[in-house]
């Protein structure tokens, strides 16, 4: 079946930089989009970043110029470099594959998700 494991969350200070990776099984790594996604204490959960198997990316507004996702082909391993850290930005973090529709930044089109990374910003 395949699974999704996070990493790379933690504390940092307001403008700190983390980057997060995905491991994944090959199985889920060759679906055609992964993404990024986190969800805020009381708040929906909201899609970060999506990459497409041939490298095409989209972003949301809250993090284009600051986040950049990435992947690792030969290890099968997602990245989300998150630079100019906000408190906003606090979260916890997950990845996502199998998408029902190409590209979405919409959680209801994933089907496979990992457990999570928490990110703490703190001013």
């Known amino acids: 079946q395949g699974e999704l494991v996070e990493s790379g969350g933690g504390s940092v200070q307001d403008g700190g930089s983390l980057r997060l990776s995905c491991t994944t099984s090959g199985y889920i790594y060759n679906m055609p989009y992964m993404a990024w996604f986190r969800q805020a204490p009381g708040k929906e959960r909201e899609g970060l970043a999506v990459?497409?198997?041939?490298?095409?990316?989209r972003y949301a507004d809250s993090v284009k110029g600051r986040f950049t996702v990435s992947q690792d082909t030969a290890q099968n391993i997602l990245y989300l470099q998150m630079n100019s850290l906000k408190s906003e930005d606090t979260a916890m973090y997950y990845c996502a594959a199998d998408a029902t529709l190409a590209g979405s930044l919409m959680s209801s089109h994933y089907r496979r998700w990992g457990r999570g990374t928490q990110v703490t910003v703190s001013s």
């Open positions: 990459i497409g198997n041939y490298g095409t990316t």
